[in-house]
Each structure stands twice: as C-alpha cells, then as structure tokens.
C-alpha cells in the first residue's frame, strides 16, 4: 500500500483527486490534510469518507509540527498540495489571506518536506516527489494570439496569481538549490462537479435554474481556457507516476471560450434540461456589470509538452464537460443548499472600493 499525502483535499480539484485516485488506483492510500475553510466540503468526499483508504485529518500547511508528525507516522512517498485560496475575486477584497496560505504555507510546508525527505533511507529518497499544482494566471495576460508555454516568463496581474507565483517560485527554488524532487503543474480554468458556486460555471448554472441574474463581467469577451476537472486530476497523477524531478507540464483543455460564449452554453444546455422553467430563454438572464479591476483579458494553454513527453490529452470536450456538470448540479441541489447555507451567498465579490463607490 503505497501512501500519498494530499493538501486541500476537501476543496474542488483536491476532493477530486482524492475519489479518482481511490477508486483507479486500489494499493493507494490518501491522507487528506485539509483546513476547511469556506471552500473546503467534507461533503465532496461522501462517496469515500468511509473508505480504510482515506484518513482526513484537519488542519494547515503551515502548521509545520502537525506536517512533520504526518509525514512520520505515514511516510508517504509524495505529497500533492492541491491547499491554496484560490478566487481571485476575494484577492482583491482580501489579498492578505492568499499571501499566508499560498506564499508562507507552501514554504512550511516545503520545509516540512525537506527535512522529511533528508533522512529518508536512498530508495525512498529517490522514489519521493512534491509536486505543486497551479495556474496559468501567473504568465499574466494574453493578446488575440500566442499560448502560454512552460517557459513563458512570469507576470502575474491579480493578488492571487502573485501569490501563486510567488509560491511556484519558492517550489523551484527548493528543487535548485536543495535538490528536493519536485514537479510543477500550471492548469488553465477548471469546471465540473463539486466546484464552490462562487465561480463562473456554477454561479450561472444556479442562477440560470433559479430565474436570477446572470452577471457577465464587462463586454464578456474576456478568454479563458476550459479544462474538465477530471481531466486535470489525471494529468496530475500522470505527472506524479512519470515526471523526472524538477519537471514543469502545462495543462489544457484546448478549449478557448470568451465569458459570454461560456454563459450562452450553459443557458443553452439548461433550457435543454430543464425546459418547464418559467423564465425560459435564460439567455434573457444576462446583465452586464462593471468589469473585475485589473481583469486579464486572454490566456490560452499549450499543453504539447505533456500531451508529447507523457501521452496525456483531455478526454472531454466542452459540450460533453459542461452536459455532465450541468447534470451534476441539476441532480445534487443537497450539495449546493449545504454549500450555499454559509456565509456565501452568491454575492459579488471583488470590488474595489473605488468602483463600489462609483
């Protein structure tokens, strides 16, 4: 039984991770270290909450003690650290939260598994890995052509993704200069079940089907690329299995869409599935808001790197990606009442002062 220490596992991508790595992979066993915070939901870990395999423990990546005593009593033979606050509207309204998860947690935790991985005997030595998953919003902002590559240089335009960036920076380092075994992941935008419905896709599912607004950010041709969560979480296992120490992989769903294209799709596939809803066309839901400060304009993923060096490429399209998340959510309203009974309550988040006075 080969153990595997994963960080934020209760949130989106992690809690996916952790069910695809315990249903695909039988002699794994996961310890889930995780602070539950407003995005992190034991509740996306039901189906394997009871699993022998999976050991929940609460608490943060930067509590160095409580990482050291986990990584003894355990000894894994990698950590995936998936913990991040992760929206970059609430980096605006709060920026110094992302610098303490993101910047000093991954340091401690980096310190953590350094000191772990010194006096680990050879074989194990050699067999360990940390790897740090993160975004495509630390190369920055795109123009109408071009694809971010492995060695695009940095430029990140928010707090999060200065805060992702500077944490990406610190994983480098550890691996040049104490030569810890360490992989690099940078993903485009994630979707798909389970995601907290602060973000784009789910936000707009709910309150397409709920008869509310659907607030588009300034003209809504902002560009991300669209990547299917379990699509993501297999390249990151691909990743872990394969890499050589020190490796970097991007990672796509060559899917370009515009904000409104995104919006128009799933107002489209909700009419489909729900077609007693009064307010149909929800199309006619959409309103336009003043524009997120300092809102990226384009990014787009190269992802031939992993797809040529490791064989890895999405197994979901758009279209096929957004039917089933679109599903999920129409067929999990437990999940999204529980979720949404906090303090989030699908406001809007990340204005400025400035423009809240405006």
């Known amino acids: 039984m080969q153990t595997i220490l994963v960080t934020g596992g209760a949130g989106f991508i992690g809690s996916c991770f952790i069910r695809q790595t315990l249903a695909e992979d039988p002699e794994t066993r996961v310890i889930n270290l995780d602070a539950l915070t407003y995005a992190g939901n034991p ?16 608490g ?18 990698a950590i995936v650290n998936f913990a991040a606050e ?19 947690g991954t340091f401690r935790l980096l310190e953590a598994a350094r000191g772990y991985w010194t006096q680990l005997p050879e074989a194990e030595k050699d067999a360990f890995r940390f790897l740090h998953v993160s975004t495509d919003e630390v190369y920055g ?27 990406d920076h610190f994983v480098r380092a550890y691996h040049h200069t104490y030569g810890l075994p360490v992989l690099l992941t940078n993903c485009s935008n994630n979707y798909g079940p389970y995601q907290f419905p602060e973000k784009l896709i789910p936000l707009m599912i709910l309150n397409a089907v ?36 020190g490796s970097e992989y991007n990672i796509g769903g060559n899917c370009e869409r515009t904000n409104l294209q995104i919006v128009h799709a799933i107002c489209d596939t909700v009419d489909r599935l729900c077609p007693d809803l009064p307010h149909r066309p929800t199309r006619s839901l959409i309103e336009f ?5 300092g809102h990226d304009r384009r990014y787009a993923i190269d992802a031939s790197k992993i797809r040529n060096e490791l064989g890895w490429q999405p197994e979901q399209d758009f279209e096929s990606g957004l039917e089933r998340t679109v599903r999920w959510y129409l067929d999990n309203r437990w999940w ?3 979720v949404t009974s906090g303090t989030y309550q699908r ?3 990340g204005l400025s002062s400035a423009t809240q006075e405006a």
């Open 43 to 58: 509740d996306s870990l039901r189906d394997v909450w009871d699993d022998p395999r999976h050991v929940f423990v609460q």
């Open 60 to 77: 943060d990546i930067g509590d160095a003690q409580l990482v050291a005593r986990l990584l003894r009593e355990h000894r894994p033979w």
């Open 86 to 104: 992760s929206h970059v509207d609430r980096s605006i309204d709060g920026p110094g939260a992302f610098v303490q998860t993101n910047v000093v």
């Open 141 to 167: 902002s795109l123009g109408e052509t071009g694809y971010f590559t492995e060695t695009t240089p940095y430029a990140p335009n928010s707090p999060y993704s200065a805060s992702k960036a500077a944490s």
């Open 210 to 245: 709920e008869g509310k607004p659907l607030p588009v950010y300034g003209d809504g041709k902002n560009v991300r690329d669209w990547l299917y969560v379990e699509d993501h979480c297999r390249a990151i296992r691909t990743v872990l299995r394969q890499a050589a120490p």
């Open 289 to 293: 808001v003043t524009d997120r400060p």
């Open 336 to 338: 999204v009442d529980r």
């Open 347 to 349: 406001e809007r988040l």
